[in-house]
């Protein structure tokens, strides 16, 4: 038998601990209730819009960013702003979602595309290079990119190092190195069988199958180290001697006139990076209006690269990837070669127009 008085303190001592239990469960639960920030909240006055949903452009209009996201696009007639707001006045400003190109190798300089830096560059070169044209690619307005052939998996570290916020660029959406056959575009090719550069010899630098099985493999290698996108280099390439670069402006022209769906893609690596939106200028010199070469790279490169949900247009519910320019890009659409404002994901990365207009209201 237990005497009453040892069952009354053991009782005592349960309801304590009991106590204390709910306490600290109430207390965590109203701790993290308090710890929860108040979503950060931002209008952005916009003097002209294009949400590339459609060739409109739309006039005083404000965008309500909350945390990451775009909360609401509504005319400015009919939204009042509170006051004491975080206000953006982007009103002398042509407003856009953020560019996308399809097409980079921001591991790449397009100073070094020659062979020799096959022989010459080390991965660390190949990542410095990727570390300030993912910068670079970001302050020219391209808030989103589809990197497609990189040393192993240099696009895809990259990836992880923005979206965790250690490096400044844009969205990437990876790959690892293209894969082509023997021989292939992807291969060393010209040298003699001894010159050899692999750097994963076992893999075959995960570029180089020849076979259903082989291509399995590399497949499978190339998704067990976090790529978001294969890519095969099942023809020759831009850089394969011979070619005319008369006929890609053709076939371009041909295929727009026949209704092609088109995506923005520069190849940037080849071509140098943060230049990107040169290409604007040719596609309508090859038949396009601004506002479709435009949608080319915002609404439909966002479609392509399967990111439609999050990025590509200016909506309620996309992350806030906007950018604005001084110039009117519907008139001249180069004013896309000198973007003044990037915010990705609610966050200014650039804002560089000029202080008159800065600094008013
Ligand atoms: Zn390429």
Do not use: W
Not at 210 to 224: G, P, T, Y
Not at 286 to 292: A, D, E, I, L, N
């Amino acid at each position: 038998m237990i005497p009453a008085i040892v069952l009354r303190r053991i009782s005592v001592v349960i309801f304590v601990l009991l106590s204390l239990t709910h306490f600290g469960l109430a207390q965590s639960a109203a701790s993290s209730a308090a710890e929860k920030p108040a979503p950060k909240v931002t209008y952005l006055l916009v003097g002209r819009l294009f949400d590339a949903t459609s060739d409109n452009v739309r006039e005083n209009m404000v965008i309500t960013v909350e945390d990451e996201r775009i909360k609401s696009v509504a005319s400015a007639a009919d939204l009042k702003i509170p006051p004491g707001a975080n206000v953006i006045d982007l009103s002398q400003q042509t407003v856009l979602p953020g560019l996308i190109d399809c097409h980079t190798h921001l591991g790449s300089r397009a100073d070094r595309y020659y062979e020799i830096y096959k022989f010459k560059a080390t991965p660390f070169d190949h990542a410095f290079s990727g570390v300030v044209n993912a910068r670079k690619t970001l302050e020219a307005g391209f808030t989103s990119v589809r990197d497609v052939g990189s040393e192993p998996f240099l696009a895809v570290d990259l990836r992880n190092s923005i979206n965790e916020g250690y490096l400044v660029g844009p969205r990437i959406v990876a790959s690892g190195p293209g894969i082509s056959i023997t021989g292939g575009h992807g291969d060393l090719n010209n040298y003699s069988p001894q010159t050899r550069v692999m750097m994963f010899p076992e893999e075959r630098d995960f570029g180089i199958a020849d076979s259903a099985d082989q291509i399995r493999h590399v497949i499978r290698a190339q998704e067990k180290y976090g790529v978001d996108v294969i890519k095969i280099l099942a023809t020759g390439g831009v850089l394969s001697r011979g070619d005319s670069p008369g006929a890609a402006q053709f076939t371009f022209r041909k295929a727009f006139q026949a209704g092609v769906k088109m995506a923005f893609g520069t190849d940037a690596g080849v071509y140098p990076h943060g230049d990107n939106a040169k290409q604007f200028f040719y596609m309508v010199k090859f038949g396009m209006t601004p506002s479709q070469a435009i949608r080319a790279a915002t609404a439909n490169a966002a479609d392509l690269i399967g990111r439609s949900k999050d990025v590509g247009t200016i909506e309620a519910g996309k992350y806030a990837d906007i950018i604005a320019v001084g110039a009117d890009p519907m008139s001249d659409v180069r004013a896309l070669e000198h973007v003044d404002f990037v915010m990705k994901g609610g966050v200014v990365y650039k804002d560089t127009r000029s202080s008159s207009h800065a600094g008013t209201n």
